[in-house]
């Protein structure tokens, strides 16, 4: 065999041995788990976080769980029993369930929604809308000023390690506070 044809072979066949380390490769990295969706009860938990003027972040950064800690939270400060306030979101999440997603760059008026959440809990529970909707807002103040402790300490923290200046740092704070990243400044 000439010299250019065992030269020719050997690079086909470590192409080919490449090629085939990297398609074994790709495919042991890829997921066949269908993506799951959502269960009623999942959504609903989600969709309660916006239902207060929340992003659809939990409080403890992640989605879901929150609506009856939501539930509690508001019935403990209308003085309602928990089930009927948690009833009464249902209800409301319900009656507002969007039937088309929002186009590109729209997204829903929180105050607006919070205005039409206050007032039917309101009707729900036989309670004034003035404090219905004071509750709202004293919740939603609790969880900002949480936000923005903890945004805090983990800033401060990488001001410490080195990886943020403190200039850094303090223009983060400043965005997050203008509303310009991070759903601040509400």
Known sequence: MTRTKKMTLGLSAAALALGAGI?????????TTPTPTPSSSSSASADSN??????????HGGRGGHGVEQASELAAKLGVDQAKVADALKAFR????????????????????????????????????????????????????????????????????????QAEADAVTKAVQNGVIGGGGR
């Open 23 to 31: 398609g074994v490769a790709g495919m042991a990295s890829a997921t």
């Open 50 to 59: 916006a239902d207060a003027g929340h992003d659809g972040m939990g409080r």
């Open 94 to 165: 319900d009656a507002n369930k969007p039937t088309t997603p929002p186009a590109d760059g729209q997204k829903p008026d929180p105050a607006a929604r919070e205005a039409a959440l206050a007032k039917s809990l309101a009707d729900s529970l036989g309670i004034d809308e003035a404090k219905v909707t004071a509750a709202l807002q004293e919740i939603r103040s609790g969880e900002q000023s949480e936000h923005a402790a903890a945004l805090k300490t983990r800033l401060d923290k990488a001001v410490t390690d080195g990886k943020l200046t």
